[in-house]
Structures are given as C-alpha cells and as structure tokens.
C-alpha cells in the first residue's frame, strides 16, 4: 500500500495554484527599487475622507474622496506612468471584513539608481495628494454623480408624506 501512495503523488488542493505574480519574498536592504518588496504600498483608507487619522487617513481631508476604490487609484497612478501591483490585502485598522474594504495598490516610486520614476511626485505623500485631487476627475465618478442625486431626489420624495396608525381612540 505504501508504494502505491508513493507512487502517486497527492492532487494539489483547490486553492493552490492562482494566476498572478509570485509571492513577495522577505525585505532585506540589498534589495533593489525596482524589486516589488521595495514598491509602497497604498491602501484605500489612505485617501477616504470618510475615515479619520486614527482611522488610517494619511491626508487633509480637503484632498481626499469619498470611498475611493483600488481601482480607481491603480487608474489615476497608471495614467501617470508609474508601474503599479494590486493585492488582496486588508488595511489592518479596517474593521468591515467584507470584499468592498480589501485591497492595495503597491507602486514603485524609484528606479534602481535611486531617483524617482515620475519627479513630480517624488514621496507616498505627494502622491497620495495627486490621488486625492485626481480621482473626482476620473469618468466613472463624473457619471455616478448624477445618478445618486436622481436617486436620492426620488426616494425623498416618495417619503414626503406621514404614514402612521392615526389617531388612538
């Protein structure tokens, strides 16, 4: 029986083999700027201003957007030629465990001599502004805008009106 079983290896399990870049190795200082374990990392959470500084916001509230999304923030930082990894990650202070709440962004900031990719925005802070400023311009946003006003303009007025039990005899 146990030649058998040497025989034939085990089948790999069902989550075992995912598409996508291999996992990130341990941080040591050789390592180069263009290695991913060298890219920061940008969670959602950094830019919401829903959310406070305890919270996780990194930024005036005044640069941020409302719930922004990993994707949006992969768009606005591809557009400006930076080379971008989305992860799977959650925001440890993120309470909510659900879907929606996950997810980072790690960018690579600097090239392998040391000097930034786009001088413009040299520093995680500097970018996360241009984020900030950046995602209320992005289509999807302009569209859902409307949208939720026509919505929010119609559920009220459906409930304009009282409804009650009348009154108790």
């Known amino acids: 029986m146990a030649a ?4 034939h290896p085990p089948p790999p399990h069902a989550g075992g083999s995912r598409p996508g870049p291999p996992p990130l190795a341990p941080w040591t200082p050789d390592k180069k700027h263009s290695d991913r374990e060298r890219w920061v990392c940008i969670y959602p959470t950094y830019v919401n201003r829903k959310k406070t500084r305890q919270e996780g916001r990194r930024i005036p509230k005044e640069s941020c957007v409302d719930d922004p999304s990993m994707q949006e923030i992969r768009d606005v930082l591809q557009a400006i030629n930076l080379n ?5 990650k959650q925001y440890p202070r993120e309470r909510s465990r659900e879907l929606q709440h996950r997810g980072r962004i790690r960018v690579q900031l600097r090239d392998d001599s040391g000097n930034p990719m786009n001088p413009e925005y040299p520093t995680r802070d500097s970018l996360l502004l241009h984020v900030g400023k950046t995602i209320p311009m992005l289509k999807s946003r302009q569209t859902k805008a409307p949208e939720q ?5 119609s559920s009220s007025a459906g409930h304009s009106q009282k409804k009650g039990k009348g009154k108790r005899r």
């Open 84 to 88: 971008t990894l989305l992860e799977l």
């Open 149 to 153: 006003a026509q919505v929010a303009a």
């Open 4 to 7: 058998a079983a040497a025989a």
